[in-house]
């Protein structure tokens, strides 16, 4: 079994987005149509295709507000999806870009400095297993390269 463990948004936070509860800056999730150009489903981690609504919503994956809870923007199917289920696999959406920053988050859900590094694709598993190795790191965000984005969680598997 793998050391690592790919973790999508929860089912219950995409289902308060889709019916109409707030983001993370207290604002209605926008519902757009996808023109199928590689928009990432935070929840199912596979692409919308083209025609789909969508929603575009503030997001802050930390349990709380705190100086290093990172918001942004994020996409996410309109209507139901399933959220993704092959933790141990890399999902499609990390497989569309040459790289990703991958950062360390402690028990506090604070960033352990030192730990951001832009890293490609095929050594992104590497590089979380060694951050995850250490025992000051709870667990990883894969974050886009070029716009911050969050894109998931990695867990110790």
């Not at 994020?74 to 399933?82: D, L, S, Y």
Request: net charge neutral; glycine share 8%.
């Amino acid at each position: 079994m793998s050391k690592i463990r790919y973790e999508a948004m929860s089912s219950e936070d995409a289902s308060r987005y889709r019916s109409g509860g707030n983001d993370a800056y207290g604002m209605k999730p926008e519902r757009r149509i996808s023109d199928g150009t590689g928009l990432p489903c935070r929840h199912c981690l596979d692409f919308i295709a083209e025609g789909e609504p969508y929603l575009i919503l503030a997001h802050r994956p930390f349990p709380a507000p705190q100086p290093y809870a990172e918001t942004g923007p994020i996409f996410i199917h309109a209507e139901e999806c399933p959220r993704y289920a092959k933790k141990y696999e890399q999902p499609p959406v990390l497989k569309s870009n040459p790289d990703y920053i991958l950062r360390g988050y402690g028990l506090d859900d604070r960033i352990v400095y030192g730990t951001g590094a832009v890293t490609p694709v095929e050594k992104m598993e590497a590089r979380a297993e060694e951050l995850l190795a250490r025992s000051d790191i709870a667990y990883v965000h894969v974050r886009s390269a070029r716009n911050n984005c969050f894109q998931a969680r990695i867990d110790r598997g």
